[in-house]
């Protein structure tokens, strides 16, 4: 099943969508991404853009249940976080930096808990019951003048101060190879928890966030960004709505072509979109 979610904020447009792998259809398996988003009007307004990627091997085999609590416990936990430190800018990018990850990881740990009592499911011998549900997280946040960027675990995150410029905030872990990434269910998970804080970008600037599945669909990281290039480009000549209503139908053209997993991604683009500000936060599944 796709699934997207859009909507508009004061300074634009955002979206996100996600599509179910060729390997996990050919394998009978659900979809192990997740997407969410959200957003706060009024004096105060703010944008969320979460997604996250269940690990899906059989040791985390429960991964889609931790990849759907991960999205949905970020946007909560980072928009009551908002509404606390709201007027104190500095201390809200503080909280973001230092001590949001902590927060995320505990409240997905408590919500997995409830999750497995609930089910019935025990941990395997020697393992922690939260591997099962295994998953990455990354978010994008834009409030009060800044763009704030923070993942635990692989996928890639873009910024883009002006429509044509292109950058990557963060670098691999040294530690890990290129088939392993850090997890929410790691014992020490707050402590990979990596941020990056961006004044908020010119009309015409943009954020992008994609789990792994898209750009393990390209040959090499610049082919990647030149992907993500033209994307904006699409977007700044048909709009966000539409575009990301096709999100499902090209996802999946390159999951068949590309990686075989699902494919997550979500934008916000600054500057785009005037006449459609105000509108109810859309979400739709197809």
């Known amino acids: 099943m796709s699934h997207v979610e859009r909507g508009t904020f004061t300074k634009g447009v955002y979206a996100a969508a ?164 850090h997890s929410l269910a790691m014992k020490d998970a707050s402590r990979v928890w990596q941020t990056a804080v961006y004044p908020e970008p010119a009309p015409g600037g943009y954020v992008f966030v994609s789990t792994d599945g898209l750009s393990n669909s390209f040959p090499t990281d610049q082919d990647y960004n030149a992907y993500v290039q033209q994307l904006y480009n699409v977007v700044e000549t048909h709009g966000l709505e539409a575009v990301s209503r096709s999100w499902p139908s090209w996802f999946s053209s390159y999951t068949h072509a590309g990686s075989g997993d699902d494919i997550t991604a979500g934008m916000i683009c600054f500057g785009l979109g005037e006449d459609e500000r105000g509108k109810q936060h859309d979400s739709a599944r197809t």
């Open 18 to 181: 996600s599509e179910i792998g060729a390997s996990h259809i050919a394998q009978g398996m659900p979809c192990q991404d997740a997407c969410k988003t959200g957003e706060g009007r009024g004096w105060f307004p703010y944008t969320i853009v979460a997604v996250a990627d269940g690990h899906g091997d059989q040791r985390h085999d429960l991964s889609d249940i931790g990849a759907a609590t991960a999205v949905e416990v970020a946007v909560r936990e980072l928009s009551n976080s908002w509404h606390h430190y709201k007027l104190y800018r500095k201390s809200f990018h503080d909280f973001f930096c230092y001590d949001a990850g902590r927060r995320i990881v505990r409240a997905w740990r408590q919500a997995i808990t409830h999750c497995a009592e609930t089910a019935g499911v025990t941990a395997r011998p020697g393992r922690s019951v939260y591997e099962r549900y295994g998953t990455t997280v990354q978010v994008a946040m834009w409030a009060n003048g800044y763009v704030l960027m923070a993942k635990v675990g692989d996928g890639e995150m873009r910024f883009s101060s002006d429509g044509i410029s292109l950058q990557n905030p963060f670098v691999a872990p040294s530690d890990l190879d290129s088939q392993t990434t």
